[in-house]
């Protein structure tokens, strides 16, 4: 079998098609997998890494308000598929996949006009813009969340797959972890996303700075790629860097290994997140993106913190003090942690990328 995945910009999109990689490359191993992405974006590292071969469009979103960068969006979006055709007809996939990310317009519209099965996944409760415009043209739109049906009016091309995280996360063991990793404390792992976050990487930096270096806890940070050698400078100057029991990194990248040894995770409430913490059963403090379309992450971290999944401390309120409290309050309480880890198996979905697969099994 030979598969096109497309998806790009951040981790959340790139990391559920290196997972639906992974299980189709587990089904039929003799199966040719490549990606095409954008020249920029954060797939050129996580991709390459993973062993495929990239491809690339360019491409950029509208702006919502009135910009002559919308005239550039424009005329890429129309070249873009031009582009894609010629990278299909050179790979000649049986079928096109798509994970979200500008760059999934031109490969799946491409591909729809040539005939070639499409299937593109939604890994939000509220679907994105570019999966609502591939709607009419792919042949099966996978959700995460059945409540997502309700944008679409072409109930006939739905499933609810639920989203399909790094078979790794499953495989490894915390114990193993831990002793791999050399922890024998509570630890916390914290980030910001694929690229980073200034507001949580400024409270979690002051944190680590007032609280983190001379607590019992061990902790390990990421910055993101972007501003990373910004705060590795601001570490010398504090001395965080010495500190023993605190790591920072510019990106996780055994992230399967770090999550699965973690007591808490501090992060986003990205919809990728929120599977791999339920799968794994890690409770977290959720600290919603307000910056990202309908407020989409506010919502997610909402459900979990209703059902006693997770703490939701919005960004708005995050600042050194409360990020301290927050955390001592938790890791202090044995109780409310085994309690969240109870309450997230109800979100836990370990087998969306048999799911998915089953269904590209289905269309060809």
Not at 169 to 188: F, H
Not at 303 to 311: E, F, I, K, P, V
Request: proline share 5%; charged share 25%; with cysteine.
């Amino acid at each position: 079998m030979r598969v096109l995945l497309s998806g790009g910009g951040t981790g959340g999109h790139i990391n559920p098609a290196l997972a639906i990689a992974k299980r189709i490359k587990k089904e039929q191993p003799d199966s040719v997998i490549e990606f095409v992405g954008t020249p920029k974006g954060m797939e050129n590292i996580l991709i390459p890494r993973e062993g495929y071969k990239i491809h690339h469009v360019e491409v950029m979103g509208f702006k919502r308000s009135l910009s002559p960068k919308n005239l550039k969006a424009a005329y890429l979006a129309v070249e873009s598929v031009y582009k894609a055709k010629k990278i299909i007809k050179e790979f000649a996939p049986d079928i096109v996949v798509g994970t979200g990310g500008y760059v999934c317009w031109p490969v799946l519209k491409a591909a729809s006009s040539m005939g070639i099965p499409t299937l593109v996944h939604e890994q939000n409760a509220i679907a994105g813009v570019t999966v609502k415009m591939l709607a009419k043209y792919v042949d099966k739109i996978l959700l995460a969340f059945g409540e997502t049906a309700k944008e679409f009016s072409c109930p006939e091309k739905l499933v609810t797959v639920g989203n399909p995280v790094n078979p790794a996360m499953t495989e490894v063991a915390g114990s193993d972890s831990r002793s791999k990793l050399g922890i024998t404390s509570p630890y916390v792992l914290s980030y910001g996303g694929s690229l980073g976050a200034r507001p949580i990487n400024e409270a979690v930096f002051d944190m680590l700075n007032t609280f983190g270096k001379d607590s019992p806890y061990r902790f390990s940070h990421a910055f993101g790629r972007g501003t990373y050698d910004k705060w590795t400078e601001k570490a010398k100057e504090t001395g965080l860097d010495k500190a023993e029991n605190i790591e920072l990194t510019d990106y996780i990248y055994d992230m399967p290994v770090r999550m699965s040894a973690a007591d808490l995770v501090i992060c986003r409430a990205g919809a990728l997140t929120l599977s791999e913490l339920a799968v794994l059963r890690k409770p977290a403090i959720l600290i919603p993106s307000p910056y990202v379309a309908n407020n989409h992450q506010f919502k997610n971290a909402s459900m979990y913190a209703q059902a006693g999944a997770a703490y939701l401390l919005e960004e708005k309120d995050l600042t050194n003090e409360k990020l301290s409290a927050v955390i001592e309050e938790l890791l202090s309480d044995p109780g409310r942690l085994s309690e969240m880890q109870k309450n997230l198996s109800v979100f836990a979905v370990s087998d969306a990328d048999v799911k998915i697969y089953n269904v590209i099994k289905e269309l060809l």
